[in-house]
């Protein structure tokens, strides 16, 4: 923090200059208007980037697809522009924004496809219920599929993963 002398305390506290007697008062007020400086810095970061935020959504309300999937949509695809560029983009570029979100699109149009099937998946088996909801994103390996005493025919899924993994098979067949 600075160091407050006299002479940095009554330059940033320009009503009590004329006052002897109130240096001490005009130290506490300083040090509260430097907190509020150093706060108000952040708090402004936090407003620009909420408007930028607020630009891109609107832009991409334009032509019917979400910001959040847009966002996922431009990082699948590899394509880093950062926010306040997006934003400066939907207000200059109309164009250039279209064609992001021309290329953007068959992505979108995918992400909604899972979303959908995902939410619909998560209606029919409640919290409540005792089997896992898998998530969508996540790619299916022959080791995350696992053979409990329920299950009804596991010389089924042994015949199935029989192709896949040698050795998860053979594991498999001892097992059985």
């Known amino acids: 923090m600075v160091r407050l002398t006299k002479e ?3 330059k940033r506290a320009k009503g009590f200059k004329n006052r002897t007697n109130c240096i001490t008062i005009a130290k506490s007020r300083v040090q509260k208007a430097l907190v509020n400086e150093y706060i108000s810095r952040r708090i402004k ?5 909420q408007q930028w ?6 832009g991409t309300r334009e032509y019917n ?6 966002i996922h949509s431009l990082i699948r695809n590899n394509i880093f522009l950062n ?5 400066e983009l939907t207000i200059t570029e109309p164009l250039s924004f279209r064609s992001l979100t021309l290329q ?3 992505d979108v149009l995918q992400l909604k496809k899972i979303c959908q099937s995902y939410r619909e998946y998560k209606a029919v088996h409640h919290r409540y219920s005792k089997q896992p909801i898998p998530d969508p994103l996540e790619p299916i390996s022959p080791h995350s599929i696992r053979i409990e005493l329920g299950d009804p025919d ?3 899924v042994y015949e199935a993963l029989k192709d896949i993994d040698a050795e998860l098979a053979a594991e498999l067949a001892s097992i059985l």
Do not use: W
């Not at 970061?45 to 980037?49: G, S």
């Not at 935020?53 to 609107?58: M, P």
């Not at 926010?83 to 934003?87: A, F, M, P, T, V």
């Open 53 to 58: 935020i607020q630009q891109i959504g609107a």
């Open 104 to 106: 953007v699109e068959p």
């Open 83 to 87: 926010r306040k560029i997006l934003s």
């Open 154 to 156: 596991p010389k089924l």
């Open 65 to 70: 697809i979400n910001y959040s999937y847009f």
């Open 45 to 49: 970061k936090r407003d620009l980037r």
């Open 8 to 10: 940095f305390i009554l």
